[in-house]
């Protein structure tokens, strides 16, 4: 009887003894370090008590991480060829792991802020790392499956992180937000040290100049998005501070990155097509990624009364539909056009965003669910395509560099997005009361009997009215938000076809690459 041909695959750049251990250890540092952006949001108010700090000492416990984050991920590359990949990234768990472990035995506010410091720094190269190794272990066949995988811990992490904060809270204390971390990080250590390969090591000199430059720029990007709503954005004068320095350090980067000899990043990966205009999808998702789980946790809790369990429970179907069509995609990316696939996800997403502008307070859980498990959907179809047309074309020697422009892209992105619509909620919750209560007059039927059943207008008739008034305003105002996150989408999608698909008949396989691909 006839064997059914074996399928033949090209030669990956890297090749190891365990692939899938690899990828799930890999994996495991990832969605740790992404779970740990989000899991510690709702541990916040009892920080707060048990650390004596105010309202806006607090958050750089938040805004400490992300600062550092955003500055030490473009220099993923630089420490991956003076170190090799395998050295950084056993470190990096370990920092990340220490770290973890520090934070949660911090006593005081600034023990707390030096060890998210710590954290961000140790945590930003692993995605870009991770990335990279995954793309180079996987030969180019299998690139739409690998990137499905790791899509699938960028996209699940900051879904499950707030509901498994408020319950490690809640059950525990604010402590085990952190102490979670050093049994996962343990097991992803000894995976990598037993089997991730080691690499060349380069001797690159470092561009001091221009990471200064692209470090402040960041830097004071990432403070003007998280400060903004609590400076009153461009009415403050240290609002103004972080953009002119932002703009300046930009504007003498890209001067310095194209003029000198040795730059800090080669601006020759920026030339690659399909990588350029990646970087601005990416940014534009990016702003409509998180945005949704920064906007419903509070709908939900402080609007509907949902408890914390059963706020991860209503929005864990999203998270549900991001593995389904991570699993889905990451078979049909090599079978149809990434870009239509690509096309169809924002249509998804936007779609869901319509069924959400259609929220009511006194509404059942079943739309929230369904539109979160098209969101996830969405989501999930347009991340796995998009990476894998990202990185398709671009020179294997950018591929580290890249992947961490990448992750910071999606990042800012990120922050943006959800700075535009915490200002966007803010605003429209004073408009629309305003408007409402312009509306509402004392003769009217409804309100004159519910004053009368309560002994006339007095003050608690006057303050229910208020507060009713203040809660339909605040509903109204996310609905806002949801439009506008829909138009977000919308606007994307001329950027599609600007991304060139990849070549579809790739040479035939050398000899050698038949026998490994037999051996796979």
Known sequence: MAKAPVQAFSQPNVIVKNRGLLTAGIMVAVVMQVLDTTIANVALPHMRASLGASQDEINWVLTSYIVASAIATPLTGWFADRFGRKNLLLGAVIGFTVASLLCGVASSLEQMVLF?????????????????????????????????????????????GPTLGGWLTETFNWRAVFLVNLPVGALAFFILFFLMPKSVIKLRRFDFFGFGMLALAVACL???LDRGQQADWFKSAEIWIYLGLAISGSWAFIIHCATAQDPFIDLGMFKDRNFASGLVFIFVIGITMFSGLALLPPMLQNLMGFPVIETGVVMAPRGVGTMLSMIIVGRLVSK?????????????????????TQFDIVMGTGPIMISGALQGMGLGLVFVPLSTLAFATINPKYRVDATSMFSLVRNVGSG???????????????VNHAELAERVTLDAGPIRDFATSHGGFNSTVINTLNGLITQQSAMISFLDDFWLMMLVSLVSIPIVFVLRRPPRHQAKPSPAEQAHAMAE
Request: aromatic content about 4%; glycine content about 10%.
């Open 116 to 160: 998210r410091v710590v954290q961000g720094i140790c945590g930003a190269v692993l995605v870009p790392l991770a990335q990279a190794t995954i793309m180079d272990i996987n030969p180019r066949e299998r690139l739409g499956q690998a990137m499905a995988v790791f899509g699938a811990g960028i996209m699940i992490g900051p879904i499950i």
């Open 222 to 224: 990432q403070l003007l």
């Open 336 to 356: 149809y056009d990434p870009r239509m696939l690509v096309l169809v996800g924002i249509l998804l997403t936007a779609w869901s965003l319509y069924m959400m």
């Open 416 to 430: 943006v997005g959800i700075s535009i619509v915490t200002s966007v909620l803010a605003n429209m919750q004073v």
